[in-house]
């Protein structure tokens, strides 16, 4: 079975650092990059940041670049979001998610989603 396993949200002051993780197993890890979304209240899910495993390539939406960074430990299948200078907007549920190809930037592309986590940053 694919699973996509999410953790590291929590609550955080404006300014601080959260590191999300997401596990991932059941499939051809090579052929997948991860990504991460997010969906505040009342707003569409929308891509984050994602991490082709074969190439490395990342991606890296306007509003996070420069203060979120994404790796990957490929021995654990782990992929990582480090969340950095994090702002009350950053606030929503975080998801991963698995594309076929080199990106993963729009949920139209998501092959398969794990549980989201949440992360409360108050100001």
């Known amino acids: 079975d694919v699973q996509l396993q999410a953790s590291g949200g929590g609550a955080a002051q404006a300014g601080g650092s959260l590191r999300l993780s997401c596990a991932a197993s059941?499939?051809?890890?090579?052929?997948?990059?991860i990504g991460w979304f997010r969906q505040a209240p009342g707003r569409e899910r929308e891509g984050v940041s994602s991490?082709?495993?074969?190439?490395?390539?990342?991606f890296y939406a306007s509003s996070v670049e420069g203060r979120f960074t994404i790796s990957e430990d490929n021995a654990k299948n782990t992929v990582y979001l480090e969340m950095n200078s994090l702002r009350p907007e950053d606030t929503a549920i975080y998801y991963c998610a698995a594309c076929v190809g080199n990106s993963c930037p729009l949920t139209r592309f998501v092959s398969w989603w794990g549980q989201g986590t949440l992360v409360t940053v108050s100001s």
């Open positions: 991490i082709a495993h074969t190439t490395g390539a990342t």
């Open positions: 059941g499939f051809t890890f090579d052929e997948y990059a």
